[in-house]
C-alpha cells in the first residue's frame, strides 16, 4: 500500500501516481506525500463537496483493528466514548486521552462484532496511538486483546457531499444509501470489496470507504468517473473548519482536554477509564479557556498563532482560520479566557500588528439541510 520516497522518505499512498497524473500539488501530511489541492483550485472542490460529490484520498489515515475477549474492556479503558454499549454495525467518535486529561488523538470506531473493532486515528498521530495501545494491552490486558494495523495494506477514501447518496446505489452491489449515518456495512464498487461506513469529516454526509489496497485505484477511478471532483487537504481543511470540526495539533493536542475544546457530549461522565478524574473534575468545577468559533469579515483569513484581544489585553489565540467559500466571510475558532466566551460578543484579532474586530459565533458555522 505505501512506500518511501528516498528524497524526503514522505510514505505514499497507493493513489499518488493517480493524483499526480491529474494535478494534484503534493505536499508532505502526517509523514505523508498528498494531494493539496487539484488544477480546478479548492474554492471549486469546497463548492463541489457542498452542492454535489468530492472524493478524498485519507489512505494515510491509521487502520487498526481491535479484537479480542477484552476488547471491549480496553476500549473502554482507553476511550472517552463507550465500547461496551455501541452496537454490532454502528461508529462512535470520541476521544484517547492521557491521565492528564490532554488528547493524544480524536477518533471514530465501528463494532464489527461482540469481540472485534475497526479504529481510525489520525496520520501523524498513528505511532502515538499504536504504542499508547500496546502499552496499555500489555499492562492491563495481556491474554485478552490484540491490535492488528492494516494501515499499509489497504486503502481509505472519503465520498463526500449532498450527491452522493443517489451517487452510490449506482456505482455499488447494493443500496448502501440505505445504511444510518454512523453505521457500516460491506459491498462492492466495480466488483472491489469495500466497507463502507457513513461517516466523514466535511459537514456533509457520505462515505470511507476502506479498500484492499491492490483494488483502490479502481474504485476511486469509479467515483471520479461518475462526476466526483477529486478533492485535496486544503479543501478539507476549509470543509471542517466551516463545519466547526476539531483538528488534532490546532484545536486539541496533549495539553488540551475534551472539556476545553466543548466536545464534552463525546466524554462519558460515568465509568473509570484514562484521564476520567480529570475530565469529571472540569467539568463539574468548569475550565479557565474555552474553544470559541469567530467571523471575520471579508476574506482577510486568521492565522493559527494570532493573538486574540480584549480592551487590548490578549486574552487567548487562533487555532484554525480560513476564508469560507459556503459563507462568504472568514471564519476561525480559537481559545480565549472563558469569561470572554460570550457568543455574539466582539474581541479584536491581531494580524501581524494590524488590529481587526472579530464576532464570536456559535459553531458549528455551517449546518447541511437534514434531509436523510
Not at 79 to 101: D, F, H, K, P
Not at 133 to 147: H, K, Q, S, V, Y
Not at 219 to 246: F, H, Q
Not at 275 to 280: A, E, F, K, T, V
Request: hydrophobic content about 35%; some cysteine; proline content about 6%.
Amino acid at each position: 500500500m505505501t512506500s518511501d520516497n528516498p528524497e524526503n522518505a514522505l510514505q505514499r499512498t497507493a493513489l499518488h501516481d493517480t493524483h499526480v497524473s491529474s494535478g494534484g500539488r503534493m505536499v508532505p501530511f502526517g509523514g505523508w506525500d498528498m494531494p493539496v489541492q487539484y488544477p480546478s483550485g479548492i474554492l471549486a472542490e469546497v463548492k463541489a463537496v457542498r452542492t454535489a460529490t468530492g472524493v478524498f484520498d485519507v489512505s494515510h489515515m491509521g487502520r487498526l483493528y481491535i479484537s479480542g475477549p477484552k476488547a471491549t474492556e480496553f476500549l473502554d479503558w482507553v476511550l472517552t466514548g463507550s465500547a461496551s454499549t455501541l452496537r454490532v454495525g454502528r461508529a462512535r467518535y470520541c476521544l484517547i486521552c492521557n491521565e492528564q486529561g490532554g488528547v493524544f488523538d480524536d477518533t471514530i470506531f465501528y463494532r464489527l462484532a461482540e469481540d472485534r473493532y475497526l479504529l481510525i486515528p489520525n496520520a501523524g498521530n498513528r505511532p502515538t496511538v499504536v504504542a499508547w495501545f500496546e502499552r496499555w494491552i500489555e499492562d492491563r490486558f495481556p491474554l485478552g486483546c490484540n491490535m492488528d494495523d492494516v494501515t499499509e495494506s489497504t486503502g481509505l477514501i472519503a465520498f463526500q457531499g449532498p450527491g452522493t447518496l443517489a451517487a452510490i446505489d449506482e456505482l455499488a452491489d447494493k443500496p448502501l444509501s440505505k445504511i444510518r449515518p454512523f453505521s457500516w456495512t460491506e459491498g462492492a464498487i466495480n466488483g472491489a470489496p469495500v466497507f463502507a461506513g457513513r461517516t466523514g469529516y466535511t459537514g456533509e454526509d457520505g462515505f470511507e470507504f476502506m479498500v484492499q489496497g491492490p483494488d483502490i485505484v479502481k474504485v476511486w477511478t469509479t467515483l471520479t468517473d461518475s462526476g466526483a471532483v477529486p478533492c485535496g487537504l486544503g479543501a478539507r481543511d476549509v470543509l471542517r473548519l466551516e463545519a466547526g470540526l476539531p483538528l488534532h495539533g490546532h484545536e486539541i493536542d496533549e495539553n488540551i482536554t475534551p472539556i476545553e475544546a466543548g466536545l464534552d457530549r463525546f466524554v462519558r461522565p460515568d465509568g473509570e477509564y484514562v484521564g476520567s478524574g480529570i475530565l469529571r473534575g472540569q467539568r463539574e468545577n468548569g475550565v479557565t479557556r474555552k474553544l470559541i468559533g469567530f467571523t471575520l469579515p471579508g476574506r482577510s483569513a486568521p492565522r493559527a498563532g494570532y493573538a486574540l484581544l480584549h480592551q487590548g489585553e490578549t486574552i487567548g489565540s487562533v487555532t484554525s482560520g480560513s476564508y469560507s467559500p459556503t459563507l462568504d466571510t472568514s471564519i476561525g475558532m480559537g481559545y480565549v479566557l472563558e469569561r470572554y466566551a460570550e457568543t455574539g460578543a466582539t474581541l479584536d484579532l491581531d494580524i501581524r500588528g494590524r488590529t481587526s474586530q472579530v464576532t464570536i459565533a456559535e459553531l458549528p458555522f455551517y449546518k447541511r439541510s437534514r434531509n436523510s
